[in-house]
């Protein structure tokens, strides 16, 4: 395959998948409007941090109101991380590769576009976020399910589950290293339980609360939290499973071609830490330096795999 092509389709799923984790990042943010408006200024906040977009809209807006972020993260102009900014690029690559994908797969992209284009053509209003929002989610869903109904298990796949799982380890990563503040095992030490909205936060925002309860019942203790999310294994948006799926689809891609790399090596290594380490080695060593330390090496597993396979942008 060239480079190109894989490139393509790494970074459309990677805009994909980042489109719908600002969609969820931000009802999180919603619910917390809605609950605790004293707290929401310090939420909205908090949500633009962990979607690397602080800088971009303090540079713009005064304040973190919620109109202001919610303009800014699905619709502005000039935030190449916005919703639509994304889905124009997901769907510019799809362009570039439209000969790798099935028809369902194009179809599903580029009605994706046109449906989030009209969507966000104008102000959402508040009462209608909460169906804006659905319907980001919706259609990043219907692109995953063409993908995984028609398209055949080769390097093709493999380079957009790539993307896909680098974008949801870095989106949980993020959230966890702005949250770690109501993660410290200094909670669970003096035995209080974490707030019911911040933790509703941090499992919502990753579509794990009725998972997180199936596992651990209703007894929420921030210590399960951060356990569940960097290191349960059945749990589809844990660092665990996305390093895992991606040492597995390179370990694919290096089998077709018949040569090893140094990208699938950096992926198996980061699948050997996880899996060595504890939740109380992590707490011992810092929560907020075992994340950075991960985003770090996520990072530069993200710029291997584009140097092993060279590609083109």
Not at 127 to 139: A, K, N, S
Not at 257 to 284: N, P, R, W
Request: one cysteine or more.
């Amino acid at each position: 395959m060239l480079g190109k092509t894989a490139g393509g389709l790494y970074w459309m799923f990677r805009y994909l998948e980042r489109s719908e984790n600002t969609a969820r990042m931000i009802e999180a943010g919603q619910r917390i409007a809605l609950t605790r408006s004293s707290s929401a200024a310090a939420e909205w906040a908090s949500i633009l941090a962990a979607l690397g977009c602080k800088q971009g809209f303090d540079a713009k807006y005064d304040r973190p109101d919620a109109q202001s972020v919610v303009d800014y993260l699905l619709r502005d102009h000039d935030n190449p991380s916005s919703v639509r900014a994304m889905i124009n690029m997901a769907r510019d690559n799809a362009r570039t590769v439209r000969t790798a994908l099935t028809r369902e797969v194009w179809e599903a992209t580029n009605e994706c576009y046109l449906t989030l284009k009209d969507v966000l053509a104008r102000r959402v209003p508040e009462r209608d976020l909460p169906e804006v929002l659905g319907t980001i989610r919706q259609r990043s869903a219907f692109v995953r399910g063409a993908l995984h109904g028609t398209m055949m298990r080769n390097d093709i796949y493999n380079f957009a589950r790539i993307g896909t799982f680098i974008e949801r380890a870095d989106n949980t990563a993020r959230l966890l290293d702005v949250k770690y503040y109501v993660l410290l095992p200094s909670a669970s030490h003096v035995g209080s339980t974490i707030d019911n909205v911040q933790w509703e936060t941090i499992l919502r925002s990753v579509s794990a609360e009725g998972a997180f309860r199936m596992a651990y019942g209703g007894d929420t203790q921030p210590r399960d939290i951060a356990d569940f999310l960097i290191f349960d294994g059945r749990m589809p948006r844990s660092l665990t499973f996305c390093v895992r799926k991606l040492s597995e689809n390179l370990g694919h891609i290096a089998s077709t071609y018949g040569q090893a790399t140094q990208s699938q090596s950096a992926a198996d290594a980061m699948t050997a830490k996880l899996a060595a380490q504890s939740i109380q080695e992590v707490f011992e060593s810092g929560l907020h330096e075992e994340v950075a330390c991960f985003l770090r090496d996520l990072s530069a597993l993200g710029r291997q795999i584009e140097n092993d396979y060279r590609f083109i942008t």
